[in-house]
Every structure is written in C-alpha cells, then in structure tokens.
C-alpha cells in the first residue's frame, strides 16, 4: 500500500482541529539573494516546533478507540518523540518512547514534560527496536515509526496541501530529507494538487545518503553521518524510499558552511528562528547549485528547535 492524496486530505481534516496551520512568510533580502520569489512554510511555528506534529497527529487520532486505549509506542530522540508524546497526551492516551541514554538532557526533559513515558536504551538501532519491541508485546500499543509508517507520511504530506492552498503557483517545492517522510508526503501532495510542479530535496554533503540512494536505485544506509543538521541523519524507509524515486526531480547536496550561513541569514534578516535541517532548504538557493532565477519557489522550514547554548557560527 502506498500514500495517495486521498490519505492526505483525509488527513488534514482529521488533524486539523489539534494543530496549527502555520503562516507562509516572505522576506525581500532572501528574494534579492536567490533571484527568485521565495515563500518559507514556517512548520518552525507548529507545535512542539517541528512538522513532525503533524504525522504524529495523524496516527494517534487515525486509531480506533480500541487502539487507542492501549497507546503508542515508538523509538526516537528527537522530534518525533515529542510530537508523539503531545499528540497522545491530547488523545489521553499512552505514549511510550524509547530514547537512547546518550540523548540531549534537554530533549529528554522535553519528552517527559509531554507526558511521554519514557524507557532509555543503550544507543544503538538494535537495543532501540528491540527495547520498542518488548514494549508493544507487553502493552498492545501501536507502533508509530517516525517516518516509515503511511499514517505519518499523508499528516507530513498536510504541509505541502496547505502550502499549495496559500500559494498555488509555486514553480518549485523544497524540502529537506533525511529518513524521507516530510519529502515524500510533499511529493505527493505537489505533484498530484499541481501539475508540472517541481519538488526537491536539500540534503547535507556530510549526510548525502539519500542522494547516493537515488543515484545508485536502491537504499545506501546513513553511516555515522557527522552534519550540524541532526535532524537528518537517518536513512531512507522501505516506504519512503519509492515515492521519493518517482516523485522528487533531484536532490541537491549543501555544505557545513552554506547550512550554518543560510540559517544565520534567517535569523538575522527574516527574524525567524529555525534549526540547521531548516536552513538546508535555503543552503539550496544560497548555493546556486540549480538554476532557480526568477521562479516562484516554496521552501519549507521543517523545524526550530535549536540549543541556544550550542548556536552553530559560536565556535
């Protein structure tokens, strides 16, 4: 089974009640920069400051009642983790959540003030889905995969739906990719809302595993990938991967110092608040690696969860 429109829509309407629709914004200096109009879907402002809210959204109210009641269970340190956590607090539900006992105090602080309950594992892929495993045997929750799950591909999908609803003659839609559910949920929603759009993807040089993917046709795994963008450092899914193949035009790597520059631009000159996978997107229209000139281009700003303590140009 895949993702189709149809998921998206439904999907949009089911979350719409329990998220933000968060405002596009313009700014003339990032205009005069790329040579191009560009329109920046501030998904920094949605809750838990990720769009990861919306496909967490989706799968916890997508659940049966009977479903439900039993909870959700899922493995991650970052984002997802607290967009599922708030999503199933909303519900009145459990969320359980697997973290890694290396992860950041703060993230592991946040999760818990959204009323995840939270089991840490040694930090390795295996101890996390095996930990994730024992759990749903013992309690019956529903697996919600952070991004290889239908569910939260159509709510990630939502962004791109909304986006094309404020602006419906974007030339051109970028988004960052790392395991590839917000990129593969905007494919589908551009390309079936509107024809001839052009989607791409902003990957780091440092963590361009999806663009060798895509070149070689089949999955290269994400190997210790050392970026400031640490919301992309994981591979492409077994789901994601095909929608991606078929649907995405390219993806254009960026650089360490294009990613931190673009994301100082933007505080400074948009007075937007954004974290490195964020900046990726505009890394792209700052590096002329394309040829954008004079189109109307939407970037979408995934996130803007930042530590204020480790700002990336503070060496």
Not at 233 to 245: D, E, W
């Amino acid at each position: 089974m895949t993702v189709s429109i149809e998921d998206i829509r439904t999907a949009a309407e089911r979350i719409k009640p329990h998220i933000h629709r968060t405002p596009v914004m313009t700014n003339e200096n990032l205009n005069q920069k790329a040579g191009a109009q560009v329109f920046m879907k501030c998904e920094n402002l949605q809750k838990v400051g990720a769009f990861k809210f919306r496909g967490a959204s989706n799968a916890v109210w997508a659940l049966i009642d009977e479903e439900a009641a039993r909870g959700v269970v899922t493995h991650s340190s970052g984002n997802h983790a607290q967009a599922l956590a708030l999503a199933a607090n909303m519900r009145g539900i459990p969320a359980y959540i697997v973290m890694p006992s290396n992860a950041p105090q703060v993230k592991k602080n946040a999760v818990a003030g959204y009323g995840g309950r939270v089991t840490f594992c040694e930090p390795t892929l295996e101890a996390r889905e095996s930990t994730m495993e024992s759990i749903r045997q013992s309690t019956g929750a529903s697996v919600v995969h952070p991004y290889d799950n239908e569910r939260v591909i159509a709510g990630q999908g939502t962004a791109a739906l909304e986006f094309l609803e404020d602006v419906p003659d974007l030339d051109v839609i970028i988004a960052p990719v790392g395991g590839g559910g917000l990129l593969s949920g905007t494919s589908i929603a551009a390309t079936e809302t509107k024809k001839g759009i052009r989607v791409i993807a902003a990957e780091p040089e440092m963590a361009d595993d999806a663009f060798r993917s895509l070149q070689a046709g089949e999955i290269i795994p994400s190997i210790n990938p050392k970026t400031v963008a640490d919301g992309l450092l994981t591979s492409l899914g077994a789901l994601t991967f095909p929608i991606i193949k078929e649907r995405v035009e390219q993806i254009v790597t960026v650089s360490e110092t294009g990613i931190i520059e673009a994301m100082k631009f933007v505080w400074e000159r948009a007075k937007i608040v954004i974290e490195p996978s964020a900046a990726t997107v505009i890394a792209v229209l700052w590096e002329k690696k394309i040829d954008l000139a004079g189109l109307k281009v939407g970037v979408i700003l995934s996130g803007g969860n930042v530590d204020l303590e480790k700002l990336p140009w503070q060496a």
